[in-house]
């Protein structure tokens, strides 16, 4: 049995795509990557290229960067859901100066409805200093909401730390 939600949250770099990326790998399941990023700029655009190239083939990509809801709701129990990553999912939201608590409900009603298993990533953002500007600390704070929301539904919760996984609620499977 494969938990319905798993949150897999670590600091940038940490290894936390590539961990949960091997859960998904795992499961036997039909592989669906629900990619959030926007691709701006050509370092954005390398990022993205390396990822597709680690996760190997086998893989159906959905371009999702605001509306996560229609991609969970086409999801079956045969499939398994990677969402890379809630961090620039937020961002996206922030950004289009949309309304956060709204978005973040939505998001939430999502995964509970969704049939089939889903993880998704999310950076801890909230050990380093506090930002120097008001722009960086709404977002900060609006990380760490949503972080505490995604770690409250999940059955399973693992923080990724220099590539170890610590389970912090759950078993893996």
């Known amino acids: 049995m494969y938990p319905d939600l798993t949150f ?4 940038a770099a940490s290894g ?18 629900l990619a959030t990023s926007q691709v701006f700029d050509d370092e954005m ?11 190997g083939e086998g893989w159906a990509t959905v371009e999702a960067p605001l509306d996560l809801g229609p991609a969970l709701a086409d999801l079956t129990p045969d499939h398994i859901c990677l969402i890379d990553c809630a ?28 049939h089939a298993p889903v993880v998704i990533v999310s950076n801890e953002v909230g050990h380093g200093i506090v930002p ?16 505490i929301a995604l770690a409250a539904q999940a059955d399973l919760a693992v923080q990724v730390t220099a590539g170890l996984p610590l389970v912090l609620k759950g078993q893996l499977p």
């Open 132 to 147: 120097d500007n008001a722009l960086s600390r709404r977002f900060r704070e609006a990380q760490g909401r949503l972080n």
């Open 16 to 33: 936390k795509s590539a961990f949960a990326e091997q859960l998904v790998v795992s499961s036997g399941k039909s592989r669906v990557y």
């Open 45 to 55: 655009r390398d990022k993205v290229q390396r990822h597709i190239a680690q996760r």
């Open 87 to 114: 961090t620039m999912w937020l961002t996206n939201h922030l950004l289009a100066e949309n309304d956060l608590e709204v978005a973040q409900a939505a998001l939430l009603q999502a995964l509970k409805s969704c």
């Open 8 to 11: 897999v949250l670590g600091g």
